[in-house]
């Protein structure tokens, strides 16, 4: 079957820190994967995807490179700053004939402090 | 526009109780999805609709009723809910097709079940 693995959190790290959240992934076929981020009460907003090997995601400084070779998607930030506390999910997805099925990682918690 | 709208925000039911969660987007997508999450877990998937039919149950109990009655909308109705299904009931939409798209969350309801 399908599954995500994650790092386990929470992340604790200053403001201007280097982010690293590792994620590798086992899945059949030809997966799309994202990164989503939830802050406190609310939905899932996409951070960033790819959708095919060695395609790579960005967006408000983050970034995330599609690696076949490894089964990888580590998401990194060069400067981390306070508002980025949340929590982040790697994910994938594959079609199943009618939509696309999500297998999601456990989640990280991202605290970043002043 | 990639927004989805969920009502009600919050919703307290006792156990007897019947109401609806209501889903609705305007990004011409044909997939659509009802996950539920607990506190600190990752979204679980309950069903997926693909151009208006049911394609997807996990084995959600029955008293969990999904409808869609247009391309634009998604209700959940609950009914003879237990207090274990107190969540955050999200839905989301996607494009069909390959390679698999991203899927765009909305705010979710609160559910509590007394």
């Known amino acids: 079957g399908n599954s995500v693995t994650q790092m386990e959190g929470p992340v604790t790290l200053s403001e201007e820190a280097f982010l690293t959240i590792n994620c590798t992934y086992t899945?059949?076929?030809?997966?799309?994967l994202f990164w989503y981020v939830q802050y406190p009460g609310e939905g899932l907003q996409l951070l960033l995807k790819a959708t095919k090997a060695d395609d790579k995601g960005s967006n408000k400084g983050f970034e995330a490179t599609y690696r076949k070779e490894t089964t990888s998607f580590h998401l990194e930030k060069g400067s981390v700053q306070v508002s980025d506390s949340a929590v982040y999910f790697c994910?994938?997805?594959?079609?199943?004939?009618?939509?696309?099925?999500?297998?999601f990682g456990t989640g990280t918690q991202l605290k970043v402090e002043l | 526009d990639t927004e989805v709208t969920q009502t009600p925000k919050h919703l307290v039911m006792g156990m007897t109780n019947k109401k609806s969660l209501k889903c609705e987007q305007h990004m011409g997508h044909r997939a659509m999805y009802w996950y539920k999450q607990k506190a600190k877990k990752p979204p679980e998937l309950m069903f997926v609709?693909?151009?208006?039919?049911?394609?997807i149950n996990e084995s959600v109990p029955s008293r969990f009723s999904p409808e869609c009655p247009n391309s634009s909308l998604l209700n959940l109705h609950l009914h003879a809910l237990q207090p274990e299904d107190s969540a955050l009931y999200l839905c989301a939409s996607s494009q069909v097709g390959v390679p698999p798209s991203e899927q765009y969350f909305g705010p979710g309801t609160r559910l509590t079940v007394t």
């Open positions: 994910a994938l997805s594959v079609p199943t004939g009618g939509g696309n099925k999500l297998t």
């Open positions: 609709y693909s151009y208006e039919k049911l394609s």
């Open positions: 899945a059949t076929g030809y997966p799309s």
